[in-house]
């Protein structure tokens, strides 16, 4: 319905908005630069998390992403979200380390199972 009432109206809405902007309405002036350069939501990080191949790694890159942010190399949020990062790359392990020992007890449940005889 709102798209419908600014049919036809957007093209003028925009230059007006522009024409007030350019007489100094701060507020006009905030609404054209969001739309031209919105707020960053993130920002290419510099940041030099260890290669994530063994848990032990995984602790490493823990350590230094809180180290990160401690001393300010990082910001909070980022921390977070390396550390979802590290998180999910501890549950891929943890998922092939559970397929592993499956594996293996059902190789010895069928060993187990092909030694069984039955006696007649």
Not at 7 to 25: T, V
Not at 36 to 43: A, D, F, G, Q
Not at 80 to 96: C, Q, R, Y
Request: one cysteine or more; charged letters at 25%; hydrophobic letters at 50%.
């Amino acid at each position: 319905m709102a798209e419908k009432l600014f049919n036809g109206e957007s093209d003028q809405l925009c230059r007006m908005a522009i024409q007030q902007a350019l007489k100094g309405d701060p507020i006009a002036l905030r609404l054209c630069l969001e739309r031209i350069l919105p707020p960053m939501k993130s920002r290419p990080l510099r940041f030099k998390l260890p290669e994530l191949r063994t848990i032990s790694d995984a602790q490493d890159a823990l350590a230094a992403i809180i180290a990160g942010a401690a001393n300010g190399t990082i910001l909070c949020d980022e921390a977070v979200a390396l550390s979802g990062i590290v998180n999910s790359f501890l549950k891929s392990v943890e998922i092939a380390d559970l397929e592993t020992r499956l594996v293996a007890l059902e190789q010895v449940s069928a060993e187990e199972r092909s030694m069984v005889r039955f006696d007649a």
